[in-house]
């Protein structure tokens, strides 16, 4: 299973990005997925998760009501939508796929089965 995650990048404070994860390698519609990130110094935080059914979300306190996770089974793709960038979101995000079908979101790391590599998000002030 592949996972590869694109869109970061250098913004100014208050502009937006969408990263974009395409999965492959295994059926996308049974995997839940997740965002995380990762800030020099810092552990490494859930950000946003979905579940494989796609109607139910979770966001951590720090990005609720300006990132929009999503998913189109159609395209194998999993979404970040984060608008109103602040310069403590400048991390590495990665996505990550889980095989665990739940209703809710998995929001741990170590229940996540495959890992793409990062993508830098860098907001200045």
């Known amino acids: 299973v592949q996972l590869q995650a694109s869109g970061g990048g250098l913004v100014q404070a208050g502009a937006s990005l969408r990263l974009s994860c395409v999965v492959s390698?295994?059926?996308?519609?049974?995997?839940?997925l997740g965002w995380f990130r990762q800030a020099p110094g810092k552990e490494r935080e859930v950000v946003a998760a979905?579940?494989?059914?796609?109607?139910?979300?979770h966001y951590s306190d720090s990005v609720k009501g300006r990132f929009t996770i999503s998913r189109d089974n159609a395209k194998n793709a999993g979404y970040l939508q984060m608008v109103s960038l602040k310069p403590e979101d400048t991390a590495v995000y990665s996505c990550?796929?889980?095989?665990?079908?739940?209703?809710?979101?998995?929001?741990?790391?170590?229940?996540?089965?495959?890992w793409g590599q990062g993508t830098q998000v860098t907001v200045s002030s």
């Open positions: 990550a796929a889980t095989e665990i079908r739940s209703i809710a979101p998995r929001i741990y790391a170590n229940e996540y089965h495959y």
């Open positions: 390698g295994r059926t996308f519609s049974y995997l839940g």
């Open positions: 979905i579940n494989w059914s796609g109607d139910r979300e």
